[in-house]
């Protein structure tokens, strides 16, 4: 397993290390150590591999992932897996704004709590939370799963398309054109596969969904106060 210590070895360094590999690399597994807050660690992955961050990352850790697992011992940064694509990301701590933002695929676990705007504009990433959201979280998400076992802030779901969003907790308050929906058996299939494959073990009945209330998919003067 090759060790980066990046106290001694540049990021640029790692970096171009990992996007070196083939898709068929038998180097599977890295270690990164003291990581010490250092932004766009791991980002822009394009094999199966895993790379555990042995600390504290900075902004858009992992971003634009696609096939790696990431998985990063600590606290992230401002868009941590932003625009991801697919694979797992996984934060063992608390990650800041944006986390996901506009990610297309893959898995984003949070095991603490995720700041203002987690999820915004989602594309069809699925992210679990593990503690609670902040405000405007899932603005104008268009596609995928976000699921929060602890609380959300004001605004959720704000402008949102067709995301589902699953909360075991209170919502603070509802962003324009989101309401609280009536989850079917796919939905609840939906969220049980999303906890599985997180490693999460909860109740899917103990979530409420939200959703899109669909008012604001075509302009209409009689709705210009909620644009």
Known sequence: MPVVDLAETPLRELNT???ALEPGTNITHWRVDNPAGRHSI???LD????VEIGGNVGYYCAGMNKHATVHVHGNAGVGVAENMMSGIVRVDGDASQAAGATGRGGLLVIGGNASARCGISMK???IVVGG???PMSAFMAQAGTLVVLGDAGEALGDSIYEARLFVRGTVKSL???CEEK??????RSILADVLSRAGIVADPTEFRLYGSARRLYHFH???ADAY
């Open 221 to 223: 003067v009689d709705n």
């Open 124 to 126: 069809g990433i699925d």
């Open 47 to 50: 094999a199966p591999v895993t």
């Open 175 to 177: 962003g324009a054109d």
């Open 42 to 44: 791991a980002v822009g």
């Open 17 to 19: 290390a990992l996007h």
């Open 132 to 134: 609670s959201v902040g």
């Open 182 to 187: 009536t989850p079917t058996d796919e939905d």
